[in-house]
């Protein structure tokens, strides 16, 4: 098997028995969100800087837009930037993930149960890194069973910074969403995650 989940493909994922089909992850309505001024102008100042690098892109667009999100859902969530996240070696289900978002808002560190993972990425095409992204929801399925969390659904995400694909792994079954989201319409990006959120 693989040594990490960059290295996974669409074949392997097949091989743990999960199943993708693409349709839209989500049918409800979605309330836009307005960002707020602080968000806007730390865009603005941060694109200023070069952004050449998923690690520049984590830091510099990723990461202000979850605070947004986390600070609209005080005592919700926390979320760890650039951590191992080591389940299963024999399966491949080990390496680092850019972002782990976990329901427990005060932990210090990772703790079950694990409800998103964020993978960010520079120049690919979204949907190329979508092997990586699910092995990473499966590890996060299986360590919140290790812990005897009952967490039905992981939520997976995929982003540069300016455009949005989201993921849900439900028992063994994967959707992949066809809709894009991005900065460009912001309310809906931030109502889209809103959703995420309350289905924690």
């Known amino acids: ?3 990490s989940y960059s290295h996974f493909t669409y074949e392997d994922i097949t091989h743990l028995g999960i199943s993708v089909v693409r349709t839209q992850v989500f049918t409800e309505t979605v309330t836009y969100i307005n960002p707020s001024d602080f968000l806007l102008k730390t865009l603005e100042i941060n694109n200023q800087i070069p952004i050449e690098s998923e690690k520049a892109k984590s830091e510099l667009l990723i990461t202000p837009i979850l605070t947004e999100i986390r600070t609209h859902n005080p ?13 299963d070696k024999k399966l491949g289900l080990t390496g680092f ?11 210090a560190f990772i703790e079950s149960p694990v409800v998103t ?3 960010a990425k520079h120049n690919q095409d979204l949907l190329d890194a979508s092997p990586q992204c699910i092995a990473e929801m499966y590890a996060a399925q299986l360590y919140n069973e290790k812990h ?4 039905t659904t992981i939520y997976g995400v995929i982003t ?19 809709n894009r989201y991005g900065i460009k ?9 809103q959703i995420v959120v309350d289905g924690f």
């Open 75 to 87: 005592k919700k969530f926390t979320y760890f930037s650039g951590y191992q996240f080591s389940v």
């Open 185 to 193: 319409n912001f309310p809906e990006l931030l109502g889209v995650w």
């Open 97 to 107: 993930c850019d972002f782990i978002i976990s329901k427990k808002y005060n932990a």
């Open 160 to 178: 540069n910074g300016y455009e949005w694909v989201f993921l849900k792994l439900e028992h063994k079954e994967v959707t992949l969403d066809t």
């Open 148 to 151: 005897k969390e009952a967490i």
């Open 117 to 119: 993972v964020i993978e």
């Open 1 to 3: 098997m693989r040594k």
